[in-house]
């Protein structure tokens, strides 16, 4: 006992000169934009550092397009900041450089019951957690009910009546398309295409880590990727999927996939907007999909502060925080108690939140994202604008995964 | 009378093609104008309007909501624009100095290497130069960017000041050195002073180079966004994932307005140092 | 002090300044294309000797005959022939515009000309980005009402497009610089020359290929090698635009590069980066070479 109380005093001595010793920093970085501020994040920061004198957060920001080579460029130089906001999809290839740190220990079972367990997949790699879930998105499709009922178009329950209803739409001299799509460099293109994949069944690695991204269902889906784009906006290969709110506000697209958030941004520009989950592709079983995309944050193992870092992570994605963050930035909440908040309970958020039920994480089982995202960017790009077909590009894609999944 | 006319004809068609030549190098800065000018709340019209339907100066307020640290940047990009020219006139001057006043063994490879400096690229030296600023432990810091874009300014400032040198007679130095003054109090009484026009020159070729053509550079070195240059700064917010045009372009338009205003004033030195810098030896 | 020893003390700062930020990166270079190296996990590197180089002409990706290094090398000739092409005639035709006695108000051009040379080049990318966008751009508008096109036009989004387009917006970036070099040869050529050629009945053309074209001849020569090298190492314009796509139809040597170096972190990307980066300092030296002649043939006449 005796042992034990002295025990107790000097950890008690030790946590009270630590805390007197110099101030501990932690360094995290944030991505900016897609609703991101800084100022936003910045409060965060402040409202820990007010209950932690003793610590100093320096937080760095960095546009999407250059997130990933930042992180590469921090961790080369031995500087990575102590934590990072990350794409889930990135884990593997930072887990296995061993740049992230698994944070299996850190959890707790309280932590993880918060969170629907899709949420822990998509940071789950070789049986370990590699970051806690901060933003979430589900998509579906969004349609302009004006235009639907103009040219006579009912809710598409299927890809032929997807096509059909494009296709109806589809009235270029009048500056009127049937679908708005994305084709531009960019990583949003990737995950547009995924819909369509996986809503056919298709993956781009199976659980057994195949490369099965030029097995026939896949091709089907880039097939009809294509076909659907003839009557999509010119130039797709020009478009951002975050642009595409553009051309939806200004009335000129019957019906493109997107988030909660725009959808929300063209009812306020007067847009009678309605929504539909994406439907099954022909060789899917299931009726809806959707890519469950995650953003999560993660522990740089440079770090020499884990312990604060642990602590900062928690504050961040605690209940209230990550409530006030998800009704801030339009996000679909990845926290099962969320759903019950009245802002969830709103007839816009009903087919997001529905959508959780059949989504497939973004990633799953694939070890080097930014190389594939790059072989299908190629792939989709090539039969977009016809210099080969579905099959002959995905085959090539195929080829260059197999490579990076090595 | 038929000349007249063949004169008139000559002048109306050069009037044209240099018309039409501003037009194609005004092209992109009239398309900031009208957007910078344009209400943020219009939509897009398509095909665009050539004019802007409204005009506003809102947006050129909005920008510092969008790009809250724009006075930062640029304030970075001055630092690292000063910074560059500061270390290359160090460099060139005696560089400049040595090569056209001294007959020494060396002297040609040392011009040749110079010339041959003037080739490269950041992105060819990217990787290493990281790994160097690493070891001495200046990345992420205003430091890094200087050096390491000093380097592919140097040449061409070491060139301008040495083909200047060139033109001026040494009677005077030659006088002063007989006096008993040493090199180097030549150098600092009677050189710098009569090349002042060089170093001009380099002063805002330098300049202008550091604050804008370091983009790669700052991309690879910088971290923190209170170290960032305008380049950069406002790249971040090219590459996000929306880009909100009407602000972009006015931040983009007052960030320029300062190089663009320099170079207007100075630019006289500019290419009277160019010119005989980088044609005659 | 030794007189001799003044003009190497002079010098130092250059050498150091060269040695520490050129040469030795330019070692390391050489060093990291033999091994197996990676940005993210820098402490790992393995030895493979010629294995990166080996890479350059066996990796393929699209091209059924050309490796993905060749392919990007050949896609940088030809990009930078065309973006040097214009630049020299139109930066010939400008000089040769703003130098005539025909043209009214040649101060305010010559000031005009000169502005694009101070925009960033980012930002000049970045304003390019917005004028070139198929629905809202201004370039497509223009177009139209001028009914040279029906539909509007996506520069960009089309491999062979966008190769031109990325080509011409980097010409825009590089013709001031042309113009006003070849301007100030043209200004050196002496009044008396083309005076004597009137006098003897030359036209225009005459003269200009008979007395202009020869006189600048040192100068377009110097301006064109340098500004191919400029535009054989140029990646900002590229990259703000297209990033190398569509199709890697713009994917040029320094993009690669770029590229290589952070796509292919679990698979050595700095070392096959490196290999890539020597074979662009082989190409530049080459011209360097022939730069580095004129220059001498230059002093000597």
Known sequence: ?406 | MKRSTRKLTKKIIYQILALLLIAFLFLPIYQMLITALRPADLPWKSPASLFPEKITLQNFKSAFDLVPRLPRYLLNSFIYGAGVSIVSLLVAIPAGYAIARFRFRGRKPIMIFVIYANMFAPIMLLVPIYVIMKKFGLVNTYLSVILAGSIFTIPLSTWLVTSYMQTIPKAIEEAALIDGCSEFSVIHRIIIPMISPAIVAVLIYAFITGWSQQFILALTLIKSDELMPITQGLYQFFSRSSVRWNEMMAAILMSTLIPVALFLVVQKYIVRGLVSGSIKE | MKRKAVPYILLIPLVVAFALFLVYPLYKVVETSFYKASFLNPFYRQFVGFENYKWLFTFRLFDPKLSYFLSAFKRSLLWVAGSVGIKVVLGLLGAVLLNSKYLIGKKIYRTLVIVPWAIPWAMAAMMWAWTLNSEFGILNSILMHLHLIKAPVTFLAKPSSAFITTFIVDAWVGLPFMIIMILSGLQSIPENLYEAATIDGAGDLTKFFKITLPMIKPVLLTVTLLSTVWTFNSFDIIWILTRGGPIRATETLPIAIYNISFLMVRFGGIGKASAMTIAQVIFVSVIAIFYIRTLEKGVEA
């Open chain 1, 1 to 406: 006992m005796k042992k034990f109380v002295v025990f107790i005093l000097v950890g008690i001595l030790l946590v009270g000169t630590m805390a007197i010793a110099a101030k501990r920093t932690l360094k995290v970085l944030m991505p900016i934009g897609g609703g991101y501020t800084i100022e936003d994040q910045e409060a965060i920061a402040k409202e820990f550092e007010k209950a932690h004198p003793d610590v100093d957060i320096q937080m760095e920001f960095v546009g999407w397009g250059e997130l990933w080579n930042k992180i590469i460029t921090s961790i080369g130089a031995g500087a990575a900041p102590d934590v990072m906001y990350i794409g889930s999809r990135w884990i593997p290839a930072l887990a296995d450089m061993g740049a992230i740190i698994p944070l299996d220990k850190y959890i707790t079972p309280e932590k993880k019951a918060l969170y629907y367990r899709t949420v822990w997949d998509t940071v789950t790699y070789k049986d370990h957690v590699w970051g806690v879930v901060r933003a979430m998105s589900t998509k579906a499709f969004i349609y302009n009910k004006a235009l639907f009922k103009k040219y006579g178009v009912k809710v598409p329950t299927n890809w032929d009546e997807l096509l059909e209803a494009a296709k109806k739409i589809y009235h270029p001299d009048q500056g009127i398309y049937g679908i708005a799509m994305a084709g531009k460099k960019f990583v949003s293109t990737v995950t547009q295409f995924q819909q369509y994949l996986y809503a056919n069944d298709g993956r781009i690695v199976d659980e057994n880590g195949k490369v099965v991204i030029n097995d026939p269902k896949a091709v089907k889906a880039l097939e009809f990727y294509k076909e659907l784009s003839k009557y999509a906006q010119p130039g797709i290969i020009e478009w951002k999927r975050e642009d595409l709110i553009k051309l939806f506000e200004a009335g000129k697209v019957g019906m493109f996939i997107d988030h909660v958030h725009n959808a929300r941004k063209a009812m306020e520009k007067g847009i009678d907007v309605g929504f539909f989950l994406i439907p099954g592709g022909p060789d899917s079983i299931k009726r809806y999909s959707t890519v469950i995309v995650t953003d999560c944050i993660s522990i740089s193992s440079q770090s020499k502060n884990v312990d604060l870092a642990i602590e900062f992570l928690n504050f961040m994605t605690s209940f209230e925080k990550q409530k006030e963050w998800d009704l801030k930035l339009g996000f679909v909440p990845p926290m099962i108690k969320e759903k019950d908040l009245p802002e969830f309970q709103k007839w816009y958020w009903k087919p997001y939140i529905e959508a959780i039920r059949y989504g497939y994480p973004e990633a799953v089982g694939i070890k080097d994202w930014e190389g594939v995202q790059d072989a299908l960017l190629d792939a989709i790009h090539s039969v977009l604008l016809g210099v080969t077909d579905a099959k002959t590009a995905l085959d090539q894609a195929a080829r260059i995964i197999q490579i990076l999944q090595r």
